[in-house]
Every structure is written in C-alpha cells, then in structure tokens.
C-alpha cells in the first residue's frame, strides 16, 4: 500500500534522522537520487541543458547539489534564483565548482531540462510574484520541448491538500523524498505533479499516515472469494432501490454493477422491473416498497430516483449496510444518518457534495481532501467522493484513501451507477463502508481504462468490463 504523510510528520522524522547524521548528509542523499533520476530523463547528461529554478531554502539547495552533480557529468548547468542573496551556500560553491553558473534570466536557446526548486513543502497560498515568474519561464521552456521536474513538490501546489491558491509549476515528473505527500496525489495539485518518484532517503514514520492508496494485491486480499460451502445467500445479497419511469437505465446499470461485485443475488425494487429483467434475468424483481422485497445484508438506493424519496427514508431504518448515491443525497439529514445503527457509505460526484456542504461547486473542486474529511465527519458516515481523484474518507480519524485507477473516459453518463451497484455488492459480501468503498473504486476504474483503450466508452460497456479487472487484481 502506498503511503502520504502530513508535512508536519516529514519534518519531524527528518529532525530525527538529521541528529543522527554527518551534517548535510541528508540532503546529499535527497539531491543524489534527484540527480539519477534527472540523468534517466536525460539519456544522455553530457552536453544536455539543464535551468535549475532555485529557491532561498532547502529545496533550493537540493536543485544546487543536483545540478552540481549534472554539472560534473558534462551537463551545461545554470541556476537561475528567485533571490540571488539567499540562495544556499553549500549549494551554491558545489554547483560553481562544478562548472555550474548562476544568471539573471532564462538562458538563451531550448533547454532539455527545467528543475523547480522554489518552494518545498512548507509553501503555502500560491507563488508570488518573483517565484510566478519563474514559474511562467518553465512553462514556456516545457513548451518548446523541455522536461520539467519538480524537487519534492512542484512550486506552487499545497504539499499536505493538493490545493492550488494561484499560479503553479506543471511539472512532468517530481522527485520526492522519503514519502509521499497527500497535495502529490490528490487534484488539483496530483494534476501538476506529473509522474511521482519516490527517493528512499531513510526516513521512519511511527504513526499512521494520513492518505494511503490501494494497489492490486491490497485489492486482491480483499475481494470476496466464494469457498466450497457457498451459496447465493452465504455469498450475500444486495438491494437496490433505484430507477424511475424517467430513468430505468440507472437501475440497470447500478444492478449490472451490482451483479459482479461480489454479491450471490440481486433484489431490485422499483418500477423499472421490466428492464431489469430483459438486460439480467437473475435479478429478483419486486414491486416494493424495499421492507417487503425479502432478506438482504446491504441496500443501494438512490441512482435513477428522480423525484422519489419513500425509499432513502424507510432504508434509513434498516439495519444492514446501506450506499446512498446520485437522488438519495438530495436533503439528506445528517442527525438521521448518524443515528443509524448500521454503517452507511455516501457516493457524491462534487455537485452532490456541494449541495450537501451548502457551498459552491468550485470550493469542493479545489479543496477535495479537506471536503470528504467534512462530509464523512458531519453525515458520521464513509464517503466516496467521486471525480478525478476519488476519496474515500471514513467517519473516524482513520486515513483517507485514493483512488490510482480511471481514466477521463470515466466521465459518463451512467458510470457512477455501476460504481454504486458494484460498491454495494462488496458491501452485501461482507466488506465494511471504506473497503466496499475503495475496492470499487479501484475495480472500477481498472474497467474504465479496459473498457475505454483511449478512446469513447459507455458505462455498460464499464460494467461489462469489471469481470476482467477483477481478474487483473487476483492474477497480478
């Protein structure tokens, strides 16, 4: 499992580290994975041209001794600082002796090569002024041709939110050190990040992190497999109460989701019965109302429903795992949901969330970490908060988890009703509110990338496509 841990905790564990080393030892090490992986993006250092951007801090310094070393290797350096009287010293001599210079101004002539080190970790609330205009001058140069890699965190994005307050490096890849940081992998900062490498600089963490992300055997050891003893009903079964006459296919999507995540049966309640029958047979139909369509051990409800809402409110009472998506949001009470005594896991898109927040659209977009983590805390249920990085927050302090697969394909109509459906399978099958959660999420977003291959899917070939990134997670 991937890790993110807070700026504050970094610090810390290199405080900690830093006493036990040869002074400058540990940037030494930072700046000696930089340089490698610049040298990789290189092919060839000898005669290539690099701009160093550097800062007045550390970050600026491991930009120095990178280069320095580029510098050594035949690489024609040239640093160009935000303020020529505070740049680091030790840096600065090492880059010089190497046959690095220091100038005003954008060299002349393409460079193959941009190193953003303005800010490191501790920058908050946009560039300003000086580092903006260095900024815009790497954004020129990677438009005419060159790499742009950014030292732990591009310039500009919050390290410990992903937010972005203002103007902002775009960089292709970032070089951190030691762990990951939440703003690298959530947008809209994970958005200017570009590919992400970690440099092992021999950092320790005694606590939880604050994000972590799923990879395919974390998947895998959580995907229900049937044993010998199995049947339809030990496997588990999901309802889903979704779907109007206005929107029938939400309800075959959400049960077409349902049907392969994980669960042994499929009850659906509601009028679009008919439809559900002629795409999937093996669906038990039942008119309503949810209480009378027989035993389940996780409800869906919400996709589809347009102006109905008998539903969210008698499923409220229930006493089994209940996902609440798309329509059933709308006026949600958050003293009802916390009095459930069963777990319940929410799947806005950022409209929904917004609406559930009382505030703008745009706020919840540029501030998703901080979004889900209020969500999950004021409804006292797990969140799934939908889009180009999806979250899922539980209601505890427990960390934060992101979703690394999808693809913008993803955005569709229908998709987040087969995220729904697949979520609440997991959930029938026995997994609690934040693995159903991330697990579909993952799953899903492996089935848009197949079901996509870079060009227009729908969401029921997304559903259709879930079988095989099931089976990517099990045969990785």
């Given at each position: ?23 400058g030892a540990l940037m030494q090490r930072a700046a000696a994975g930089l340089a490698a992986a610049c040298a990789g993006l290189l092919g060839r250092v000898y005669g290539a041209r690099v701009v160093l951007l550097v800062g007045p801090g550390d970050n600026g310094g491991d930009a ?162 049937p044993g010998a003893a199995s049947d339809k009903y030990r496997r588990g079964v999901v309802g889903v109460a979704a779907g109007s006459a206005r929107y029938p296919g939400a309800a075959v999507l959400a049960v077409a989701g349902a049907l392969r995540g994980g669960a042994g049966a ?211």
């Amino acid at each position: 499992m991937r890790t993110a841990h807070s700026v504050e905790t970094v610090r810390a564990a290199e405080r900690d580290l830093m006493a036990r080393l040869p002074e400058g030892a540990l940037m030494q090490r930072a700046a000696a994975g930089l340089a490698a992986a610049c040298a990789g993006l290189l092919g060839r250092v000898y005669g290539a041209r690099v701009v160093l951007l550097v800062g007045p801090g550390d970050n600026g310094g491991d930009a120095l001794y990178a280069g320095a070393r580029l510098a050594r290797r035949g690489a024609r350096v040239s640093a160009l600082p935000m303020d020529p009287q505070r740049m680091h010293p030790g840096g600065l001599r090492a880059l010089r002796a190497a046959g690095g210079r220091v100038v005003d101004r954008m060299p002349d002539g393409r460079a193959d090569l941009v190193l953003d080190g303005l800010l490191g970790i501790g920058g908050h609330g946009g560039l300003r002024p000086a580092a903006a205009g260095l900024a815009d001058g790497a954004a020129a140069a990677r438009a005419a041709g060159a790499r742009v890699v950014a030292v732990d965190l591009p310039s500009g994005v919050d390290a410990d939110t992903g937010e972005v307050a203002g103007p902002a490096v775009a960089a292709d890849v970032t070089v951190t050190f030691g762990a990951y940081k939440p703003g690298l992998l959530v947008d809209p900062g994970a958005g200017r990040a570009g590919a992400v490498r970690l440099v092992d600089i021999g950092l320790s963490f005694p606590g939880p992190p604050v994000l972590e992300t799923l990879r395919h055997a974390d998947v895998a050891a959580r995907l229900p497999v049937p044993g010998a003893a199995s049947d339809k009903y030990r496997r588990g079964v999901v309802g889903v109460a979704a779907g109007s006459a206005r929107y029938p296919g939400a309800a075959v999507l959400a049960v077409a989701g349902a049907l392969r995540g994980g669960a042994g049966a499929v009850r659906y309640v509601g009028p679009a019965g008919a439809e559900v029958l002629a795409r999937y047979p093996e669906s038990l139909v039942h008119g309503g109302p949810p209480g009378k369509a027989g035993r389940v051990q996780a409800w869906v409800v919400g996709p589809g429903l347009g102006e109905g809402r008998g539903e969210v409110a008698e499923l409220l009472d229930a006493d089994v795992p209940l996902l609440i998506d798309a329509d059933g949001l709308r006026g949600l009470d958050p003293q009802a949901l916390r009095a459930r005594a069963a777990p319940t896991l929410l799947t806005p898109h950022a409209g929904e969330a917004a609406a559930l927040l009382g505030v703008a659209r745009t706020e919840v977009e540029s501030a998703r970490l901080a979004s889900v983590r209020e969500l999950a805390g004021r409804f006292g249920a797990a969140v799934l908060l939908k889009g180009s990085t999806t979250l899922v927050a539980g209601p505890g302090e427990s960390p934060v988890r992101v979703n690394p697969t999808g693809t913008p394909w993803l955005a569709t109509a229908g998709s987040g009703d087969v995220l729904s459906g697949l979520a609440g399978g997991l959930l029938a099958a026995g997994l609690g509110v934040v693995d159903a959660g991330s697990v579909a999420a993952y799953v899903h977003g492996l089935a848009g990338r197949y079901a996509a291959r870079s060009a227009p899917a729908t969401a029921h070939e997304v559903a259709l496509a879930l079988p095989a990134a099931w089976r990517d997670t099990l045969t990785s």
